[in-house]
């Protein structure tokens, strides 16, 4: 059973970065999947922001994409989320999901709660 | 790039079946989409796999009251013999280009 976690501060301030890792067990990151970030505002839905795919190749939406870095470490087997310039709106759990072209996203970590404020 | 529109909410009564409705977007009704169950305060869980022949594959644990179907542009979740843990948001998803997108989510009640 693929397991995936985020980890990284609940708290960040308007105009910063945002950094989040997320750890998979039990699966190997560099095997034929798509690992990605998806976020969910307070009482909204869900919103993809990003995705890399093991050689390297990263994926984001186009209304986030100037602010985003997703980035792999196999030697840690985690891949991490940079925001960029974050502002209110970017308050939000943010999931960490793995999924595969035809397929849909099959895992989803916990989730991790971030606000954004001063 | 494809859009999901889903309605915002449904309910039903224990015991009975409710039908979910995923309408794709004009020019993507051939796509592949995933159905997703969030419970209150839970992450989102993979249900399933969907094609437009209808055809569906399960993920580890869904149980079988749980099934897929589709029409045209439409993909549909059936729940049947609803328990009070159905009650939750259900959304869909799909991809295209290395993008992927959610439908905006149906708040499902049981009564």
């Known amino acids: 059973q693929v397991q995936l976690q985020e980890s990284g501060p609940g708290l960040v301030k308007p105009s910063e970065t945002l950094s989040l890792t997320c750890a998979v067990s039990d699966y190997s990151i560099s095997s034929d999947y798509y690992w990605g970030w998806i976020r969910q505002p307070p009482g909204k839905g869900l919103e993809w922001i990003g995705s890399?795919?093991?050689?390297?190749?990263?994926y984001h939406n186009p209304s986030l994409k100037s602010r985003v870095t997703i980035s792999l470490d196999t030697s840690k087997n985690q891949f991490s989320l940079k925001l960029s310039s974050v502002t209110a709106a970017d308050t939000a759990v943010y999931y960490c999901?793995?999924?595969?072209?035809?397929?849909?996203?099959?895992?989803w970590g916990q989730g991790t709660l971030v606000t954004v404020s001063s | 790039q494809p859009v999901l529109t889903q309605s915002s909410s449904a309910s039903a009564s224990l015991g009975s079946s409710v039908k979910l409705t995923c309408t794709l977007s004009s020019g993507h009704s051939s796509y592949i989409i995933a159905w997703h169950q969030q419970q209150p305060g839970k992450a989102p869980r993979y249900l399933m796999k969907l094609e437009g022949s209808g055809s569906y594959n399960k993920g580890s644990g869904v149980p079988d009251r749980f099934s897929g179907s589709s029409s045209g542009a439409d993909r549909y979740l059936t729940i049947s013999d609803l328990q009070s843990e159905d009650e939750a948001d259900y959304y869909c998803?799909?991809?295209?280009?290395?993008?992927?997108?959610f439908g905006g989510g149906t708040k499902l009640t049981v009564l």
């Open positions: 998803e799909t991809w295209d280009s290395n993008s992927w997108v």
């Open positions: 890399l795919y093991p050689s390297g190749s990263t």
């Open positions: 999901a793995r999924h595969k072209a035809a397929e849909g996203t099959d895992y």
